[in-house]
């Protein structure tokens, strides 16, 4: 996913920065989305991030690949815990998703 990353990113989507930590079973990620470009960190970060999220990585393969949107279930039932989850469709929207 990652390698797929650069081809895919959408500038102009955020206007300033915004951090994203993802928790993908034992492993984490951190991306920093801006208005021109992106970093990819993986770990965790010293900085502040806008929006954390866990999830199981199957649970994000199926939202980057098949294009599942999580509805409310999804996050009341634990399958997805975020910090504020009106940022993701912005970050699903900067890598053309």
């Known amino acids: 996913m990652m390698s797929e ?3 895919a990113f959408c500038k102009g989507i ?3 920065e915004t951090v994203f930590r993802f928790h993908l079973d ?3 990620v951190t991306i920093m989305v801006g208005p021109d470009c992106y970093r990819v960190v993986r770990g965790a970060t010293p900085e502040p991030v806008d929006c954390e ?3 199981g ?3 994000f393969r199926t939202i ?3 294009g599942y949107r999580p509805g ?3 996050f009341l039932g634990g399958a997805i815990k975020c910090d504020n989850p009106f940022l993701l469709p912005g ?3 900067a890598f053309g998703r």
């Open 72 to 74: 409310i279930m999804d």
């Open 53 to 55: 999220c866990s999830t």
């Open 57 to 59: 990585a199957e649970m």
């Open 5 to 7: 990353m650069e081809a």
């Open 91 to 93: 970050f699903l929207k």
């Open 64 to 66: 980057w690949y098949e």
């Open 14 to 16: 955020f206007d300033t």
């Open 26 to 28: 034992k492993d984490a």
